[in-house]
């Protein structure tokens, strides 16, 4: 009768351990998957909060002599882990550009196995209109227009006067353009 009791109990505990071994590595991968989603939405609604900042901004200047200092966080993210070829493991990268009368935010998430193969890409675009036509984008170490790149996070001081959004913070890297090529063809800037 003894034994019977205790055959039961170890059987029982048994059953507790295999149940509980199920729950913790679906429990696991699920919250993993939570954390990226949420790192996700926050750097996209932070992005396009930072794009209606800057409309705000530029609708303000009444003006040519005008000028406003806006300081602001422009979200980013790049994981310390990395692929075979450099690249981090988790890299959520925001651009900001105009073609002279919208102002476009393009934000991308691009996640790697540790082989290098991409297992999710994403890219997530939204525009906010300018006033008028002709608005620039400049950055430090450059002549010409460029978007604002950011891949880490970081925060910039821009400023608007008529027409001319000026970066006064050194990027970390220069792109043409806030296409999948202009990442691809990136220089470094200075930051």
Do not use: H
Not at 132 to 149: D, L, M, R
């Amino acid at each position: 009768m003894i034994n019977q009791k205790a055959e039961v109990t170890i059987e029982a505990l048994f059953i507790m351990g295999v149940f509980i071994l199920i729950l913790v590595t679906v429990s696991i991968s699920n919250i993993f998957e939570a954390v990226d989603t949420t790192r996700d939405v926050r750097v996209v609604s932070d992005a396009k909060y930072v794009a209606e900042q800057i409309a705000t901004y530029a609708s303000s200047i009444t003006n040519p002599y005008e000028k406003k200092i806006l300081r602001i966080y422009i979200p980013g993210y790049s994981s310390s882990g990395t692929t075979p070829a450099g690249d981090p493991l988790i890299w959520i990268r925001s651009c900001i550009s105009t073609d002279g009368d919208v102002l476009n935010t393009t934000v991308q998430t691009i996640r790697y196995s540790n082989e290098g193969i991409i297992t999710k890409q994403e890219e997530y675009s939204f525009t906010k209109d300018l006033p008028g036509t002709g608005w620039a984008i400049y950055v430090p170490n450059s002549t010409a227009p460029k978007p604002i790149f950011e891949d880490e996070g970081y925060t910039y001081t821009l400023v608007i006067s008529w027409k001319n959004i000026t970066s006064q913070t050194e990027l970390e890297w220069i792109v043409d353009n806030c296409t999948s090529q202009g990442f691809a063809a990136r220089v470094p800037g200075g930051r």
